[in-house]
């Protein structure tokens, strides 16, 4: 089930409000946790198992760790990091590194043939931060079973995260603030994500899906391909980030920010200071600073960053395009901290231009079937496919989407926010905006559901994750 479906906005998601409303106070995280496993187990019910085994793991040795000292408690909690991780793995990399033994070596060895479990990068990657921040003291293991089974499973952010770290959950898990004006405030914000989703994001993706079907390909074309393709994935994370967010404040959580207008940044440092925040800052308090972070020699430093960049890419899919895309990334990385950082400032026109053209280059090997078609594609966009500059076909989507690329592009940047902010910066434009806003949102939830109703293209591109 996905957020932008008939079935989640008019069955599942009122059911679960009200399951929730009608709860006792203390017993509405079993309500949540009794919703969120009906929403994991309702494509995939055999799914529910590795989600229970990895959540009775979480909590045992939560519990063990808290409990033990010295040597012992590391030991529980490089059992518990090595569990969740090995699980993941076998899901999820298994078939990968089988296969490229095989290729490798001649042999023939059997893949697993395991089903990747709808959400566990993002579930497993939880449950390790909470036998982490119980280990460092950051937080206390959770005594009730039934409340770290609600944070690990909670439905709003378990697909396609935000990825809650659970020092920052402990405290809400316990005692969350519930009012009208914070159910107001996550409505809003559901429905301007699912605006982004259904209207923009799924429109984008049927071009890029009419490019690679296509067999009139030019360089018009494959730019129009790179551009709605990143601008296609902004705009469906963003958006499911944004539903995540207002469906937590709806139970009464307060989720962090997971995008901050990543296009409009000057450096690839800045980009991914605002790009999928909440999986950056996993990988920094959970690795690189482990290793050491910048506070070692230079040469470890790097090392640091290449190990990073490597598992960032490695997290986003079993596949050689992902490493490379990371390891794309962690280069970039290192040649701004090197020398390109200081040539940047001062250059906002040019910074911004890089920055652009290496993410759509980055994005373009990412959506990728393979490492070949993704050198193909790259050169394709500099001229070297031997493709003309313009197409029949090309030239037709371009009038078709010219609009919506337009939109998007300055829907990606604060803009429209400085508008309003402009607008509502006297008391006259304050009650125009105040007006305007619940007909404006009642007009694009009306939008969005046309389109669920009408359209067939609607995946979310993190499932996969």
Same mark, same amino acid.
């Given at each position: 089930m996905v957020f932008s479906s008939l079935p989640f906005l008019y069955y599942f998601l009122p059911a679960a409000l009200l399951l929730y409303a009608l709860a006792p106070r203390g017993r509405k995280n079993a309500a949540l946790l009794l919703a969120s496993l009906v929403f994991y187990g309702w494509g995939e019910p055999k799914f529910l198992i590795w989600m229970v085994l990895a959540i009775l793991q979480g909590y045992v040795s939560g519990l063990l760790i808290e409990r033990a000292e010295g040597t012992r408690r590391r030991a529980y909690l490089a059992v518990s990091v090595t569990l969740s991780m090995g699980m993941l793995f076998c899901c999820k990399y298994a078939d990968f590194f089988i296969g490229n033994v095989n290729a490798i070596t001649g042999a023939s060895l059997p893949l697993t043939g395991i089903a990747l479990p709808v959400g566990i990068s993002f579930y497993t990657f939880q449950i390790v931060s909470y036998a982490v921040d119980v280990y460092r003291g950051e937080a206390p293991a959770q005594r009730s079973l039934v409340d770290l089974a609600a944070y690990i499973a909670m439905f709003p952010q378990l697909i396609a995260g935000p990825i809650v770290r659970y020092a920052d959950i402990a405290p809400q898990l316990q005692e969350r603030e519930h009012s009208w004006e914070k159910c107001a405030a996550g409505v809003r914000r559901f429905i301007w994500g699912l605006g982004k989703k259904a209207l923009i994001a799924n429109s984008l993706?049927?071009?890029?899906?009419?490019?690679?079907?296509?067999?009139?390909?030019?360089?018009?074309?494959?730019?129009?391909?790179?551009?709605?393709?990143?601008?296609?994935?902004?705009?469906?994370?963003?958006?499911?980030?944004?539903?995540?967010?207002?469906?937590?404040?709806?139970?009464?959580?307060?989720?962090?920010?997971?995008?901050?207008?990543?296009?409009?940044?000057?450096s690839i440092t800045e980009f991914w200071r605002r790009w999928h925040i909440s999986l950056g800052s996993w990988f920094r308090d959970y690795v690189y600073i482990p290793l050491g972070g910048n506070r070692v020699s230079k040469p470890r430093w790097f090392f640091n960053i290449l190990v990073v960049w490597l598992c960032t890419g490695f997290w986003h899919g079993a596949a050689w395009n992902f490493v490379v895309w990371g390891l794309?990334?962690?280069?970039?990385?290192? &040649?701004?901290?090197?020398?390109?950082?200081?040539?940047?400032?001062?250059?906002?026109?040019?910074?911004?231009?890089?920055?652009?053209?290496?993410?759509?280059?980055?994005?373009?090997?990412?959506?990728? &079937?393979?490492?070949?078609?993704?050198?193909?594609?790259?050169? &394709?966009?500099?001229?070297?496919?031997?493709?003309?500059?313009?197409?029949?076909?090309?030239?037709?989507?371009?009038?078709?989407?010219?609009?919506?690329?337009?939109?998007?592009?300055?829907?990606?940047?604060?803009?429209?926010? *400085?508008?309003?902010? *402009?607008?509502?910066?006297?008391?006259?434009? *304050?009650?125009?905006?105040?007006?305007?806003?619940?007909?404006?949102?009642?007009?694009?939830?009306?939008?969005?559901?046309?389109?669920?109703?009408d359209g067939s293209f609607n995946p979310f591109l993190y499932f996969r994750f």
């Amino acid at each position: 089930m996905v957020f932008s479906s008939l079935p989640f906005l008019y069955y599942f998601l009122p059911a679960a409000l009200l399951l929730y409303a009608l709860a006792p106070r203390g017993r509405k995280n079993a309500a949540l946790l009794l919703a969120s496993l009906v929403f994991y187990g309702w494509g995939e019910p055999k799914f529910l198992i590795w989600m229970v085994l990895a959540i009775l793991q979480g909590y045992v040795s939560g519990l063990l760790i808290e409990r033990a000292e010295g040597t012992r408690r590391r030991a529980y909690l490089a059992v518990s990091v090595t569990l969740s991780m090995g699980m993941l793995f076998c899901c999820k990399y298994a078939d990968f590194f089988i296969g490229n033994v095989n290729a490798i070596t001649g042999a023939s060895l059997p893949l697993t043939g395991i089903a990747l479990p709808v959400g566990i990068s993002f579930y497993t990657f939880q449950i390790v931060s909470y036998a982490v921040d119980v280990y460092r003291g950051e937080a206390p293991a959770q005594r009730s079973l039934v409340d770290l089974a609600a944070y690990i499973a909670m439905f709003p952010q378990l697909i396609a995260g935000p990825i809650v770290r659970y020092a920052d959950i402990a405290p809400q898990l316990q005692e969350r603030e519930h009012s009208w004006e914070k159910c107001a405030a996550g409505v809003r914000r559901f429905i301007w994500g699912l605006g982004k989703k259904a209207l923009i994001a799924n429109s984008l993706g049927e071009l890029c899906a009419a490019f690679k079907a296509s067999g009139d390909r030019s360089l018009l074309f494959f730019w129009l391909y790179a551009v709605g393709y990143a601008l296609h994935i902004y705009f469906d994370f963003s958006g499911y980030s944004d539903m995540a967010i207002g469906l937590g404040k709806l139970f009464g959580f307060e989720f962090r920010e997971n995008f901050r207008y990543p296009y409009v940044s000057g450096s690839i440092t800045e980009f991914w200071r605002r790009w999928h925040i909440s999986l950056g800052s996993w990988f920094r308090d959970y690795v690189y600073i482990p290793l050491g972070g910048n506070r070692v020699s230079k040469p470890r430093w790097f090392f640091n960053i290449l190990v990073v960049w490597l598992c960032t890419g490695f997290w986003h899919g079993a596949a050689w395009n992902f490493v490379v895309w990371g390891l794309f990334f962690g280069l970039l990385l290192m &040649a701004e901290k090197l020398w390109l950082g200081k040539h940047l400032k001062g250059h906002s026109v040019l910074s911004h231009l890089y920055v652009l053209l290496a993410v759509v280059i980055s994005f373009v090997i990412f959506d990728a &079937a393979s490492l070949s078609e993704a050198g193909h594609s790259i050169a &394709a966009l500099f001229g070297l496919g031997g493709y003309p500059l313009f197409s029949a076909e090309a030239v037709y989507y371009l009038k078709s989407y010219a609009l919506l690329l337009l939109a998007a592009a300055v829907g990606a940047t604060p803009a429209m926010a *400085r508008l309003c902010g *402009r607008i509502g910066g006297n008391e006259r434009g *304050r009650r125009a905006l105040n007006a305007l806003e619940p007909a404006a949102e009642l007009l694009l939830l009306l939008a969005a559901t046309g389109y669920m109703v009408d359209g067939s293209f609607n995946p979310f591109l993190y499932f996969r994750f």
